[in-house]
């Protein structure tokens, strides 16, 4: 038993939950889109061209799907709906980052954040409502773990993202969002199926259209899923280091008393179609003389042998009540100094939309855990919502 993984508690929606009894489209893979439109009489190429409106247009009614008849919007209108989240606040960084706190059917929120920068814009979505790996710098994981979120939910999470940045009819070049990193809240590996279903969609290209390269999943080191997740899906891969011993990993990103790091630096050796051009991300978070001396600094060199890696050094975020100060810009200098002298890239990465708690490891809803039998009722009643 994996003491981290998600409780059956923590489960998603059985259903695509529509705020009614209709059945949300947005989530199904291209096949269940096949199967629902089946079940209306209407043959395959219905189904490829309500993709096209839904994830390659944008539209929001079948009203809008000028391309399908009449009668067929209106029997498509009576059985299903194609529905993002609710958006409970939506807040804007002087730096540009916007975050969003999206609500779903259920009640449940979660947190989704859109960077943007020079050469591309990013998203930062989140796989989980709160987190099971409870990381002691992570003010996610402060948070008690409420439930897996299903594919619609976070695919939702992009659609949403899109609407609000305008991008549906956006042209190549004027992009606003370009790529999507899997480091909001959540361990994405520990919702492999539904992650990896929403990605898929994401990256068909009949629809929305992202490419595996501009995707990035970042994980604390669900280590018997790496290796699937670059064979089925490509995506790039990080991992959140922040330390170089196993002491001191066990304590701060605690999964690593399961998967410690040696277990987890033999999975990124053999990452699927990992390369020098296409490096492992490791994150490594500052914490003031926790974990940023230079003594482990060339540590972290040594074990990045034979690893096509690049660091990210990213000065620790505070929040309300956090046990941590973030390293001098002196010590970060150093440490980034050495690892980059071995030949690693070693950015270090400017907190964004700090002003808004937007930045990493502050991303925190006021879920709250439901109790089993209250999640099993809700699930009962959706289903029953839904024949
Ligand atoms: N569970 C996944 C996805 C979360 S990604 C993972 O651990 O990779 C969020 C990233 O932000 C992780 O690298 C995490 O370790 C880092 N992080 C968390 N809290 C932080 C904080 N307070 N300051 C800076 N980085 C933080």
Same mark, same amino acid.
């Given at each position: 038993?994996?003491?981290?993984?998600?409780?059956?508690?923590?489960?998603?929606?059985?259903?695509?939950? %529509?705020?009614?009894?209709?059945?949300?489209?947005?989530?199904?893979?291209?096949?269940? &889109?096949?199967?629902?439109?089946?079940?209306?009489?209407?043959?395959?190429?219905?189904?490829?061209?309500?993709?096209?409106?839904?994830?390659?247009?944008? #539209?929001?009614?079948?009203?809008?799907?000028?391309?399908?008849?009449?009668?067929?919007?209106?029997?498509?209108?009576?059985?299903?709906?194609?529905?993002?989240?609710?958006?409970?606040?939506? &807040? /804007?960084?002087?730096?540009?980052?916007?975050?969003?706190?999206?609500?779903?059917?259920?009640?449940?929120?979660?947190?989704?954040?859109?960077?943007?920068?020079?050469?591309?814009?990013?998203?930062?979505?989140?796989?989980?409502?709160?987190?099971?790996?409870?990381?002691?710098?992570?003010?996610?994981?402060?948070?008690? @773990?409420?439930?897996?979120?299903?594919?619609?939910?976070?695919?939702?999470?992009?659609?949403?993202?899109?609407?609000?940045?305008?991008?549906?009819? #956006?042209?190549?070049?004027?992009?606003?969002?370009?790529?999507?990193?899997?480091?909001?809240?959540?361990?994405?590996?520990?919702?492999?199926?539904?992650?990896?279903?929403?990605?898929?969609?994401?990256?068909?290209?009949?629809?929305?259209?992202?490419?595996?390269?501009?995707?990035?999943?970042?994980? /604390?080191?669900?280590?018997?899923?790496?290796?699937?997740?670059?064979?089925?899906?490509?995506?790039?891969?990080?991992?959140?280091?922040?330390?170089?011993?196993?002491?001191?990993?066990?304590?701060?990103?605690?999964?690593?008393?399961?998967?410690?790091? $040696?277990?987890?630096?033999?999975?990124?050796?053999?990452?699927?179609?990992?390369?020098? %051009?296409?490096?492992?991300?490791?994150?490594?978070?500052?914490?003031?003389?926790?974990?940023?001396?230079? /003594?482990?600094?060339?540590?972290?060199?040594?074990?990045? %042998?034979?690893?096509?890696?690049?660091?990210?050094?990213?000065?620790?975020?505070?929040?309300?009540?956090?046990?941590?100060?973030?390293?001098?810009? /002196? $010590?970060?200098?150093?440490?980034?100094?050495?690892?980059? #002298?071995?030949?690693?890239?070693?950015?270090?990465?400017?907190?964004?939309?700090?002003?808004?708690?937007?930045?990493?490891?502050?991303?925190?809803?006021?879920?709250?855990? @439901?109790?089993?039998?209250?999640?099993?009722?809700?699930? #009962?009643?959706?289903?029953?919502?839904?024949?």
């Amino acid at each position: 038993m994996d003491a981290y993984a998600p409780t059956a508690d923590a489960t998603a929606p059985l259903l695509p939950l %529509a705020a009614d009894a209709r059945t949300n489209l947005v989530g199904l893979s291209r096949e269940e &889109l096949i199967a629902a439109m089946a079940t209306i009489g209407a043959p395959k190429f219905r189904a490829n061209q309500l993709w096209q409106w839904i994830y390659n247009k944008g #539209a929001t009614e079948f009203e809008a799907m000028t391309s399908l008849s009449k009668t067929f919007r209106a029997e498509l209108s009576e059985r299903f709906v194609v529905q993002r989240p609710e958006t409970t606040r939506d &807040l /804007a960084s002087i730096d540009g980052t916007r975050k969003w706190l999206l609500k779903f059917p259920d009640g449940q929120e979660v947190e989704t954040v859109h960077i943007p920068e020079e050469d591309r814009g990013t998203l930062c979505v989140s796989s989980q409502v709160g987190c099971t790996l409870t990381c002691k710098f992570c003010h996610t994981g402060t948070q008690k @773990l409420v439930r897996n979120l299903s594919a619609a939910e976070i695919v939702g999470q992009v659609m949403h993202a899109r609407d609000r940045l305008d991008e549906w009819n #956006a042209g190549e070049t004027d992009r606003k969002l370009t790529n999507i990193v899997m480091m909001g809240m959540g361990e994405p590996l520990y919702n492999y199926d539904n992650v990896s279903k929403a990605l898929r969609i994401v990256m068909d290209n009949e629809g929305i259209s992202l490419s595996k390269r501009r995707i990035t999943l970042s994980t /604390a080191g669900v280590v018997p899923m790496i290796a699937r997740c670059g064979e089925d899906l490509g995506v790039n891969l990080a991992i959140s280091l922040h330390a170089v011993t196993d002491e001191l990993r066990d304590v701060i990103v605690p999964i690593n008393k399961k998967y410690p790091i $040696a277990q987890l630096l033999d999975a990124c050796r053999t990452y699927p179609g990992s390369s020098n %051009a296409r490096r492992i991300t490791f994150e490594y978070v500052m914490l003031k003389d926790v974990n940023d001396s230079p /003594a482990e600094a060339r540590e972290l060199v040594r074990l990045l %042998a034979g690893i096509p890696a690049k660091v990210n050094l990213i000065p620790f975020n505070a929040w309300p009540g956090a046990p941590f100060d973030v390293s001098t810009d /002196a $010590a970060i200098k150093v440490f980034a100094d050495i690892v980059n #002298a071995a030949g690693y890239s070693s950015p270090v990465r400017r907190p964004r939309g700090a002003d808004i708690l937007a930045a990493c490891g502050q991303l925190k809803s006021d879920s709250i855990k @439901l109790r089993k039998s209250e999640l099993l009722k809700r699930e #009962a009643e959706a289903a029953a919502a839904a024949d």
